[in-house]
């Protein structure tokens, strides 16, 4: 499949707000629904709260074959019967050699798993079965995978499956590149709506709406980052999207407030959206925007994905052409098999210290500091006492000369405590634009916590100490760090993070412990260690928060941690729009109602999803 590109409008276009991508004008009729009474549509307004557990297969109350088939009619043959991708390489109905040297060998340099259907990044919430790489006497079965999959191309698809889970009690799930690091975009026995090749584009040079004037692009759900850098050459313009390649631009990325190398700039991706288009519970298609549908308008900037409907386009804010510079930042002291000279970890940690102060510089130049090299890591303990430092300073719209005068007084500083620091001469950021041309991205297997440090934590005094040590500790446990030094502190009224607005870094702390395959005792020791180290970080950032889209799916009360004191608000926006609990993934909006019952007690998805009073 080929994105559907439409011309460029080439004048003013009055209410472009209305006028929708091709697939988007393929909507579902009563005609279409006829007597399949599985894909009527729902009423908020009399829905009925369903008790217990969610139709899985083997229980009675799951669609027959004869009711997917008509689905599958209905759908003009969009259902996939969906299968683990490892499933090629075990003995079974799905053995395929030549599929399985694929995945073993050619699938880590291409698209494969990106253009996957049930792929994920994250493996272990799809639990511990049907492994790439098979031990002997493994075997594959489904798992948390889903049963079902609309490859979804137009509206009426999407509508038609949502109308179909709602009417047959089946958990839904939505997956889009399957950036999904705790289990949102997978699950047992379910039906996957995948949004992935909604990627038509177009742009809009004059647009207004509310109390915006300007340029704009519409842009479907399933573009990814990199392919947006040609869009943006072509029209001479910039949007604001994620930094990873492979990431959808405009699905749960921009849903869960979205930071990128433009945080500082131009706002979080949530700050970005002026319209949206969305399917909800009840299988009608709306347009949320600052004047219609406003609730909602608020709800899917930040919200959270997987949670309020199925979006398929938006229209968003376009910028000046805007540039992105960076100057890579390093230093080490000892090495693997090496000892360090005496003083030299105390060295380190100086300078660690040193360039958080100078991240403060950064943040007011509308600047980021980030890791972006995959074979780099910002800070890892490389042996008991060998550490390593990498961080690439970035900058918009500014020359090379005065990003090297720039970086000048860090690294001075930096040299003046006895570390060698070198930096890289300024070129185009690697995070920004097409890079890989979205090839590469392969499943992990690890966990990690996140935090937003509010900015007050590297300007007062005591508190930096403070900060820095919980920090230290956590690298010295053995975890890696990774900081995003980027601005949010743009005023806007949406869901996105409050702590947001007030951090200074969104961090990481990675395990690398490879979480599958370990005992249910093991991996539950193992997030009690990172969790421990997570603990130390809450400690000195109270009321603080995490970044809904990188997180840690046992976060301590989620609730104010993701959504701050806009809970409440999400909550009744949740309560009026989905009565039926539809939209449920983990630690979203309103998910404390059910609960994943797992044969091994562990929290994947691996398990028949329950109303919490009826898990029994």
Request: glycine share 10%; proline share 5%; net charge negative.
């Amino acid at each position: 499949m080929r994105p559907l590109v439409i011309t460029t409008l080439l004048a003013v276009l009055a209410g472009v707000e209305g006028v929708n991508f091709s697939y988007e004008t393929e909507q579902l009729t009563d005609a279409d629904i006829g007597n399949f009474t599985a894909l009527a549509f729902g009423d908020a307004s009399t829905a009925t709260r369903l008790a217990g557990c969610r139709a899985s297969p083997g229980t009675p109350e799951w669609p027959l074959e004869r009711e997917w088939a008509r689905l599958n009619s209905s759908l003009g043959g969009a259902l996939i019967g969906a299968a683990p991708p490892a499933a090629v390489c075990y003995d079974g109905p799905a053995m395929d050699e030549a599929a399985c040297d694929l995945l073993l060998f050619n699938a880590s340099s291409g698209r494969y798993y990106i253009d996957d259907p049930v792929s994920v990044l994250s493996e272990w919430p799809e639990g511990d079965t049907c492994h790439t790489r098979p031990a002997e006497g493994e075997t594959c079965t489904q798992g948390g995978f889903p049963t079902y999959v609309v490859n979804a191309t137009t509206v009426k698809q999407i509508q038609m499956a949502v109308n179909f889970a709602r009417n047959k009690n089946l958990r839904l799930v939505i997956k889009n590149t399957g950036h999904d690091f705790i289990g949102r975009s997978t699950g047992a026995g379910s039906l996957s709506i995948w949004t992935h090749w909604l990627k038509d584009f177009e742009f809009v040079p004059e647009y207004e709406i509310g109390e915006y004037s300007g340029m704009a692009a519409r842009v479907g759900t399933g573009i990814e980052s990199w392919e947006m850098a040609a869009h943006m050459s072509d029209h001479n313009m910039t949007t604001v999207v994620a930094g990873g390649y492979t990431v959808g631009a405009y699905g749960g990325w921009i849903q869960g407030g979205g930071h990128s190398a433009l945080a500082s700039k131009y706002g979080l991706g949530a700050d970005q959206a002026l319209s949206i288009q969305v399917v909800t519970a009840d299988g009608r298609f709306i347009t949320a925007d600052p004047t219609q549908n406003t609730d909602l308008f608020y709800a899917l900037r930040g919200g959270g994905g997987s949670t309020f409907g199925v979006v398929t386009s938006l229209v968003v804010k376009a910028h000046p052409p805007t540039t992105v510079l960076s100057s890579t930042v390093a230093f080490s002291v000892g090495g693997r098999s090496s000892v360090p000279a005496p003083g030299d970890v105390d060295k380190f940690w100086e300078g660690f210290d040193i360039f958080h102060k100078f991240s403060n510089v950064i943040l007011d130049n509308q600047g980021t500091a980030c890791m972006s090299r995959l074979l780099d890591t910002y800070v890892s303990q490389r042996s008991n006492t060998s550490y390593s430092f990498t961080a690439d300073v970035e900058l918009p719209d500014v020359s090379g000369d005065f990003l090297a005068e720039f970086v000048r007084p860090l690294v001075e500083d930096l040299q003046a405590v006895g570390l060698n620091v070198t930096p890289s001469a300024p070129e185009a950021a690697s995070n920004w634009g097409a890079g890989s041309q979205g090839r590469g991205d392969q499943p992990g297997s690890s966990r990690f916590g996140s935090r937003l440090f509010p900015r007050e934590n590297f300007q007062d005094p005591a508190l930096f100490v403070a900060t820095q040590q919980a920090i230290r500790q956590s690298i010295e446990d053995g975890y890696m760090f990774h900081g995003i030094h980027a601005g949010g502190a743009h005023a806007a009224d949406n869901a996105a993070n409050p702590a947001f607005r007030r951090a200074a870094i969104h961090a990481d702390l990675f395990d690398s412990t490879r979480q599958r395959g370990l005992s249910p005792a093991a991996f539950e020791a193992a997030h009690g260690r990172l969790a421990a180290a997570m603990d130390r970080w809450r400690a000195v950032s109270p009321g603080a928060g995490a970044y809904f889209n990188e997180a840690d799916l046992e976060e301590p009360n989620w609730q104010q941690a993701f959504f701050g004191d806009g809970y409440p608000r999400l909550q009744a926006v949740k309560a009026a729009r989905d009565p039926w609990g539809l939209f449920y993934a983990p630690v979203t909006v309103g998910s404390e109602a059910w609960v994943v019952v797992t044969e091994d007690g562990l929290p994947t998805q691996n398990g028949r999803l329950c109303r919490v009073a009826e898990e029994g």
